[in-house]
């Protein structure tokens, strides 16, 4: 087994990932000078260092004139893995696409430590100014900065001179320097944990407990970031499809008579397999593959991934199940008068708070289980974004 936590210096690779290759000694200029700068401040202030890669071949389709940053990620996840590095950051040339800005410089994932970074933007000739590779590769390592910083948890800085300002526009870059001491600290004291590389080829079981365990703070932290209030929000699809198949249910006089025949422990374990079902369902659709290196490794980093997509989908799930548990309580006992409920159910009438746990339950573990499966038809890359990518810069 590979122990990174033990290691004095940290890599951090930097990737370069042409797409178009248009100017490519012009791109490989710009980076190369960025990363020199990026090595003299790791070297001077962190026990860092860089390695330069290249990937070629990179053959992706553009939408509306931009790049999916999610497929720049896909293939950083495999390279990071087979290269073992605990850091990565992947410089294209093309611009990438954003969900809800006008453009974006750059998708830094504390969750896989990844970052995707565009220089499209960065040359003031972009802008209509003259061309000026010493300012591009300025903002380009001030950016690289900002990114890595964001993969070991700092928050933004309101100093403008500082890596970690919230970028607003190109220029924010231009002013953009050196971390202060405080975010010095942080990152000293993050990066062991941050650094997440251990990796093993033999007993995968006792090995992922293990890292569960050692890394539920972590999980919880990459949870708490994609947000399962914010992600139910990103799946109207879902929503919908649940909400159809309910309403059809909840007027079917069948559906009454399981409902008040069946004792509470069932419906427990009926809702119980329900939200594993569609929590499985929406794994395969969303999440990435589980990946294993060539030598069928497994890497802490990828259990970690793994294991807060699981959870952050099963509490989108469970918080889903509860507002439509609640609602059709409330649907029941207010819209559906005592004498039809006496009538209506062939097993027996349904009149006590029991009776209308028990079937808003039913109702409620249905429609997710109908939710998960018309939930597929939701943007796989808005859902991915949010449970994977930390902000857009």
Same mark, same amino acid.
């Given at each position: ?17 042409? +797409? $178009? ?12 000078? %960025? ?6 401040? !790791? ?34 996840? %495999? ?13 294209? $040339? ?7 800005? @006008?453009?974006?410089? @750059? ?12 220089? =499209? ?7 209509? *100014? $003259? ?33 970690? !300002? ?7 870059? *231009? =002013?953009?320097?050196?971390? *202060? ?26 090995? &992922?407990? =293990?890292?569960?365990? $050692? *890394?539920?703070? %972590? /999980? ?12 139910? &929000?990103?799946?109207? &699809? ?11 249910? +909840?007027?079917?006089?069948? &559906? ?10 069932? /419906?427990?374990? #009926? ?9 499985? +369902? ?13 030598? =069928? ?25 509860? !507002? ?7 649907? /029941? /006992? ?15 009438? @349904? ?37 994977? #990518?930390?902000?857009?810069?």
């Amino acid at each position: 087994m590979t122990d990174r936590h033990s290691s004095d210096t940290y890599v951090v690779g930097v990737m370069k990932m042409e +797409v $178009e290759g248009r100017d490519s000694e012009r791109f490989g200029d710009v980076v190369a000078r %960025a990363v020199a700068t990026l090595d003299e401040v !790791f070297s001077q202030e962190l026990q860092l260092r860089t390695q330069t890669l290249a990937f070629a071949g990179a053959h992706l389709t553009p939408g509306a004139g931009n790049y999916a940053p999610l497929d720049f990620l896909e293939i950083g996840l %495999a390279e990071k893995l087979e290269r073992d590095l605990p850091f990565l950051l992947i410089i294209t $040339e093309v611009d990438l696409s954003s969900k809800s800005l @006008a453009y974006t410089l @750059a998708l830094p994932s504390q969750l896989t430590n990844i970052a995707v970074i565009s220089t =499209r933007r960065l040359d003031p000739a972009f802008w209509g *100014d $003259e061309s000026d590779p010493d300012r591009t590769a300025d903002r380009l390592a001030a950016l690289m900065l900002h990114c890595f910083g964001h993969l070991n948890g700092l928050r933004h800085n309101a100093d403008p001179t500082k890596a970690m !300002f919230a970028i607003e526009g190109v220029q924010d870059l *231009d =002013r953009m320097a050196r971390f *202060d001491a405080d975010e010095l600290q942080q990152i000293a004291r993050n990066l062991p944990r941050e650094a997440r590389e251990r990796s093993t080829r033999d007993d995968k079981v006792r090995f &992922t407990l =293990r890292m569960l365990f $050692e *890394d539920a703070g %972590a /999980i919880a932290r990459a949870v708490v970031r994609a947000n399962p209030f914010r992600l139910l &929000t990103m799946m109207p &699809t879902m929503l919908a499809a649940a909400l159809s198949v309910i309403v059809v249910l +909840v007027f079917s006089a069948e &559906t009454w008579d399981v409902a008040s025949a069946v004792s509470m422990p069932q /419906i427990l374990s #009926f809702s119980l397999m329900c939200l594993a079902s569609a929590a499985f +369902v929406l794994y395969r659709a969303f999440a990435f593959d589980t990946l294993l290196s060539r030598d =069928r490794r497994i890497t802490e980093s990828g259990i970690v991934t793994m294991a807060a997509t699981i959870l952050c989908l099963v509490l989108t799930l469970l918080l889903m199940f509860l !507002f439509f548990g609640g609602l059709m309580y409330l649907v /029941i /006992i207010s819209v559906f008068p005592e004498r039809l409920m006496e009538s209506w159910p062939g097993t027996g009438d @349904a009149t006590t708070t029991i009776d209308h746990l028990k079937l808003s339950l039913f109702l409620a573990a249905m429609g997710v289980l109908a939710g998960s499966l018309g939930g597929r038809s939701d943007s796989r890359d808005l859902v991915r974004g949010v449970l994977f #990518f930390t902000e857009e810069t």
